[in-house]
């Protein structure tokens, strides 16, 4: 304990470290504070009970489930009918389309090799790409306030424009794109002058935001049971802990592949033989390259099975896909997961550049000829630990779905064991401590662990 006060003092005693973090609770604060500002159209004091009285009225799990997930990655700010209710989400599937079209356009792998200013116009066109799919979205959004909820009579005040007229649906779409770009701006700030990835830490400070309540929640239902809901809250909290820790396992976990680096001189015999062994490195290959893409992925062609359900709303097995907590929903659901990680691991880790790379800086892997060869070495070994990744993230996804009713009773905090929510906190929990750690170690201070937070190797 004394050591980590001291760390703390440490932190707060480099000026720079100190104003960065600052400057991102600033940022973080701002960010919170507009996600409870509401559309002008829109009564905050009524359409706060919307969600809930849908959820309470015929609204179909698969609705709810998905729309509660949106709601926590904006902090509650898309059920509250929220200037900032589309987030920073636009900006990530903004993100996403233009990394894969690089695979398909020229002019975009161009810009990817060009360095720094390469860069800049992949950002520009990114931020344009975040308006275009801003303009899709918030006509969807503002159709699920009306649609799904206007049938209520009893919530007819929660508008005070008429939510079919032009006069609703124009500024609307404004001020939520204007919300999106605005968060997406915040996010570049942080990631400019804090600490940390800004569009990752504002989507980690939005589930986390749902955390206590959601908590404050199941606590409340498990009480009223007696003294067994206080032993399962305890229980609940010991899983989610273990929980959490294989998650970091996941998050961190790499196969080291041995590289032996050898000169020029070296390289055309000018050497002993015994000093050909040359400068050993690694090149860590992670188990779960792809990150929490498949399962965003996934998510995104779900819905399709939902809709099928309007073609033979008699057929029980289809049925089963409106309910995300269903065996179907989640057996298709890690199915595609395993399959997208090993797509998604495909067109984002360049074996044949890395293979190239190594033999033009005069690299190799032992026992390995340079070229082609180490090529497919790298993409076996990429393919043999992707595999246990993938089940693994799949498991990850639908295990809310296997903690919910056996060990946690509500939907809320059932949603933090697993999934996205847990694998985003856990990596970027990660990388902005690794972040404070570079500050300390360069200006010779013990880190915020013990020891540098390491790569778990894998064998």
Known sequence: MKEFIQTLTNIWNLKELREKIIFTLGIILVYRFASYI??????????????????????????????????????????????????????????????????????????????ESGRNTLNQITRWLTIGVCLVQAPSY????????????????????????????????????????FAMWLGEKITDKGIGNGISILIMVGILSRL????????????????????????????????????????????????????????????????????????????????????????????????????????????????VFSWQYNLLYAILIIVFSFFYTAITIPVNQMADDLKRNGGLVPKVRPGKDTADYLDDILSKITLPGSIFLAIFAVLPAFVHGSIVQTDGFALFFGGTSLLIMVGVVLDTVQQINTYLLNHHYDGLMKSKLSRTSVL
Do not use: C
């Open 38 to 115: 509401s559309l002008p159209a829109i009564n905050l004091a009524e359409v706060g009970d919307l969600l809930e009285h849908y959820k309470n009225n015929g609204g179909n799990k698969q609705g709810a489930g998905l729309l509660g997930l949106l709601s926590s990655f904006t902090g509650g700010a898309f059920s509250h009918a929220s200037i900032m209710a589309l987030g920073i989400m636009p900006y990530i599937s903004a993100s996403i389309i233009v990394q894969l079209m690089g695979m398909a356009i020229p002019y975009l792998q161009k810009l990817q090799k060009d360095g």
């Open 142 to 181: 503002l159709t699920s306030i009306t649609q799904m909820f206007l049938p209520y009579a009893q919530f007819s005040s929660a508008y005070y424009i008429e939510p079919n007229s032009i006069m609703f649906w124009l500024p609307s779409i404004v001020i939520l794109t204007a919300g999106s770009v």
């Open 212 to 323: 206590p309540e959601s908590f404050m929640q199941e606590v409340a239902t498990q009480t009223g049971k007696g003294g067994l809901g206080t032993i399962m809250i305890l229980v609940e909290v010991l899983f989610w802990m273990l929980v959490v820790l294989l998650a970091i396992v996941l998050s961190v976990a790499v196969r080291k592949i041995p590289i032996q680096y050898v000169s020029r001189a070296q390289a055309r015999g000018g050497v002993n033989k015994n000093l050909m062994q040359g400068a050993r490195q690694w090149i860590p290959l992670k188990v779960n390259a792809a990150g929490v893409m498949p399962i965003i992925f996934a998510q995104a062609l779900m819905f399709v099975p939902g809709l099928l359900t309007k073609f033979d709303e008699s057929n029980t097995f289809l049925a089963g896909f409106k309910n």
